[in-house]
């Protein structure tokens, strides 16, 4: 069980188990990728679950570690800290109120805890997946970067997304009929349900239907060609979830999508691992033949305060992800359909696609801009279709 | 000298010495504004300073805490972090492989270390000023913001900045005639040239002075309309540094800058400071009259992973901040002069302004849009202004 836990929800039972198995205690050390080849030393992710055997001796250690700072007088004080490492060479550390929830699935350790100031927390494998202050951020932009980029969604997957967020954000979208989520873990739904009703309330939609079980097989056995859009809600894609971000996998998924279907998947931090991100915009180029694009926002929360997303369209009719084709605010209801929205416009969306120039000159080359060959020869008022609002930042490519 | 250290050089002698005088111990504690007044819960920043005494006791205490995680045999291990204390509730830990600097001036501790992942990182009052990762974001962003939104700036005022990074990215403007720096503590001008050369550097252009001394009695003796931009890198605006966003102060900074010259303020998190941005923006727009705007990027080693800022044009010629009158890919020798630029772009200037749904709430009302207003009066093709090439992204405002 050591490596790199779910983000947000876990997936396969079988890509959990393919992980790491190096026996390195502390905060890094090495480890190898599912397929048994070494990882380059910035991707071995912070081995949260290391304490885990100490954690049965200590009762104030759960999962992760805790730090107790030093008083003035030397002693300890009883200000706990949850300490949630992220890569080698950092941790985020964040206050405990009090300790909810400790469990364990046959897959990973769940604990929830309430912080002093980002609210409820839930850690999967000793790695903070969510808080209630920031999920909104995570949860609006992997759901609407994809939904709001194609007209009128009508049958939409979810893999992992276990807590229930992802599926709260597309119920905004009264063209979907049908949102199939497919989780490996129950334990996580469960606790969620009990610990994070604003996150669990997307369960109650009846346009869902959940399959816990192994996400590989159910796409093994959907019928080709079913979905508008596929939302990956995955673990990190090093170590253990490795095989979710292998050509083999985005077969499965490319074929399960309609021609000029979407998908979304969790793509890590263009601070942290941009080799990582060629990787997957060079598999999902060859793979997905449509448009594939890297997006980004800001999650405090998360290893260097941001998390990318990867967008890419099916080979079929073209998806301009640049300019949302559906913005969400003239979808009828969706501003306010259960809780508000709090994080993602249709300005944001746009936003989402700017890169800073580090990461455009490791990323550009990568990514396949089909909407801005079609719109070049388009030499006619080529701005036109993209004329919004006063006070909106246009795209015009 | 405790309470909020300076972000990135320190500024003024008299507002450091007015701040919180509490003897609290521990991550948090009560505290005053330099008026008294006092502060809200959330804007009192973890005292970093609190450990100094025991730092005398202890070789391994330096500044701010250390956490030395558990081993498996219960014996605690040689890796050592840097506990960087952000508000109360949370802390950001970073590796250390080398101490290089301690020292301690009037103002200020000063210590810089080799980390094992953010390369060397500044440390002032026991905050990170800077690391050589991700300097980048915020020294391209503070300066090119202002700059680049105004025709040809001439004469420019940085108020802070000891380490040399706001003046290296000036002095890519090649307009530019005069540039004033006013930093009150020479030991953060001296250490940044021995540790962080990339950084001082910018002292180097011969068109820079250097006055050490306080800020305000700085601003009071300039000239009156004197300055195209000012651009404040100060410390955070809570506690000792709370002068820095009083009206009297941007008063002297209004004074100081010609008609339709513009300041850059460094203006706190989205995500933590809504309240205390409201105020700064409030403040501005009565005080500067022309376009006041705030604007944001992403720093990983700043509390909640992004830092703000505040941009205000004083009466006079308007000042468009949404879209750069002065784009950097245009200015001869910009991209390339001294280190290459690695974050800034036209594009991540127009997405800056872009707020997620719950800061525009917030703010949007606070701000003032000079540039829409009088872009509104313009019927006749609104957009041509703003028209760049293919794949750039445009402002309609």
């Known amino acids: ?123 999967l494998d000793g790695i903070v997946q969510l808080t209630d202050k920031d999920e909104c951020a995570y949860q609006e932009m992997i759901t609407h970067l994809p939904l709001c980029s194609i007209p009128s969604p009508k049958k939409v997957l979810v893999i992992g997304g276990g807590d229930g967020g992802v599926l709260r954000e597309i119920c905004r979208h009264g063209s979907v009929e049908s949102i199939d989520i497919c989780e490996i873990d129950q334990l996580v739904i469960d606790v969620c349900k009990d610990f994070f009703p604003d996150l669990s309330v997307g369960f109650k939609d009846p346009r869902v239907r959940l399959h816990v079980g192994d996400a590989v097989e159910f796409l093994r056995n959907a019928p080709e060609g079913t979905y508008d859009a596929i939302i990956v809600d995955s673990s990190d894609p090093i170590g253990p979830a490795q095989e979710l971000v292998e050509k083999p996998f985005f077969d499965t998924i490319a074929r399960a999508l309609r021609p000029g279907g979407v998908l979304c998947n969790q793509a890590e931090s263009m601070w942290l691992h941009t080799h990582l991100i060629q990787d997957m915009l060079s598999i999902c180029r060859e793979t997905f033949k449509g448009s594939v694009h ?104």
């Open 1 to 123: 069980m050591e490596g790199g836990g779910a983000r947000n929800g876990s997936t396969t039972g079988a890509a959990r188990t393919g992980g790491s198995g190096g026996d390195a205690a502390g905060g890094g050390g090495g480890g190898s990728a599912g397929n048994g080849k070494p990882l380059p030393p910035c991707c071995v992710k912070a081995r949260a679950a290391a304490p885990e055997s100490e954690a049965k001796c200590h009762a104030t250690v759960v999962s992760g570690w805790f730090t107790e700072p030093r008083s003035r007088g030397g002693k300890t004080s009883k200000v706990q800290y949850y300490n949630n490492p992220m890569w080698p060479g950092e941790a985020h550390s964040l206050k405990v109120e009090k300790i909810l929830y400790q469990g364990k699935s046959p897959y990973q350790e769940v604990l929830v805890f309430e912080s002093s100031t980002y609210g409820k927390v839930l850690v």
């Open 294 to 397: 890297y997006a980004w926002t800001s999650v405090p929360t998360y290893p260097s305060g941001v998390i990318g997303f990867l967008l890419c369209a099916k080979e079929g009719p073209p998806v301009n992800f640049l300019t949302p084709a559906n913005p969400i605010e003239k979808l009828e209801g969706a501003m306010e359909a259960g809780r508000d929205i709090r994080f993602y416009n249709s300005e944001m969306h746009r936003a989402a696609f700017v890169l800073p120039t580090f990461a455009r000159r490791e990323l550009e080359a990568y990514c396949t801009t089909i909407e801005r060959e079609q719109q070049e020869e388009t030499t006619a008022e080529p701005l036109k279709m993209n004329i919004m609002p006063n006070s909106e930042i246009l795209t015009a490519s």
